[in-house]
């Protein structure tokens, strides 16, 4: 049985391969309680197999996997009853309002019919659908159904979501809906396992971060920790005097290997895949020169600049894996 201070997730070597595919190769995993936890991947990294595996609908071929203390083999009926699972696409009957889609779900699981309406009127009003409880779903907009999808998880509120792309289709205002439900669970205590490539969704809601390739996490930490691991960022540098931005430009490049990227703003310049120290040592220089700088900024890499130096390719977004469809 799990403690407070336990992991809500704990897995160890869990493996699953189909034919030749290693979908999962000995992954190693620990989600702490109460926490937005975010795991990334390109293609076929293994993000949705590890997902199904957790919630007890694939069983491992090796490894072990608990979850809020329970084995997910041995005890898959007990990790059943505390966790909830939103899909890629949602599960909802686009003929029934949605209302109905949540009082049959709810009577599903025991309720009786009034308990049953009052939990469906308290989910539609605390995800902002009350106006269209009585809709069809199939005139929902993208990002109202994938609110009624998640609100559809929380009919017995779970201790453990996992949200498999959740935002997968959606357009930005779809989106920022589902944010908003993510940060609100999230600030109730339900502990999160959120799979995602988009990696400014990582960025904005995910605590901490698991990048996954080839059926293996690579890297962990904070979304803070993973961007500074990398070592490098960028040099944003705005003159004073426009007119020496050639000499700018022909310093840095001497001093630095390479050149400067230069903006439609004939003050501004940059410089990427710099080291802080390395940065250091260029502004230093450009003030012996006497070249005056209006501002300055270091920044960290983006999320983006972190996945492509740890997989060697660019997130590919609506991916699916076809071993697990």
Do not use: C
Not at 142 to 154: E, T, V
Not at 224 to 235: N, V, Y
Not at 245 to 259: F, M, N, P, Q, Y
Request: hydrophobic share 40%; charged share 20%.
């Amino acid at each position: 049985m799990a403690t407070p201070t336990d992991p809500a997730i704990h897995a160890v070597g869990l493996t699953k391969h189909f034919g030749d595919n290693h979908a999962v190769d000995g992954l190693d995993l620990t989600v702490p309680a109460g926490k937005v936890y975010g795991l990334l991947g390109p293609n076929g990294a293994g993000k949705t197999t590890t997902v199904r595996m957790l919630a007890t609908l694939l069983r491992p071929d090796a490894g072990t996997a608990t979850i809020l203390g329970h084995d997910v083999v041995g005890e898959a009926d007990a990790v059943r009853s505390r966790i909830a699972l939103t899909g890629q696409f949602a599960a909802l009957d686009d003929d029934l309002t949605g209302a109905e889609n949540l009082r049959i779900l709810a009577r599903l699981l025991g309720h009786r019919p009034r308990p049953a309406a009052e939990r469906a009127a308290e989910l539609l009003s605390s995800f902002g659908l009350e106006d269209a409880a009585d809709k069809l779903v199939k005139s929902y907009s993208g990002g109202m159904r994938r609110r009624l999808d998640i609100a559809a998880s929380l009919i017995a509120t779970p201790e453990l979501l996992f949200l498999d792309e959740p935002t997968t289709g959606l357009d930005p205002a779809g989106r920022n809906q589902v944010w908003e439900t993510v940060r609100s669970l999230a600030g109730q205590g339900v502990t999160i396992l959120l799979t995602t490539q988009y990696l400014d969704e990582a960025d904005q809601l995910a605590d901490r971060l698991a990048v996954i390739d080839r059926g293996q996490v690579i890297a962990e930490g904070t979304p803070d920790e993973l961007k500074a691991a990398t070592g490098t960022g960028a040099l944003r540098i705005r003159l004073a005097e426009p007119h020496r931005r050639d000499d700018v430009v022909h310093l840095l490049t001497a001093s630095l290997g390479t050149s400067p990227q230069l903006d439609g703003d004939p003050a501004a310049l940059t410089v990427t895949a710099i080291e802080p120290q390395r940065a250091l040592a260029a502004l230093s220089q450009l003030e012996r020169a006497g070249i005056a700088l209006a501002s300055f900024a270091l920044e960290q890499p983006s999320l983006d600049e972190v996945f492509l130096s740890l997989t060697g390719r660019a997130p590919q977004p609506d991916a699916t894996e076809p071993a697990t469809a």
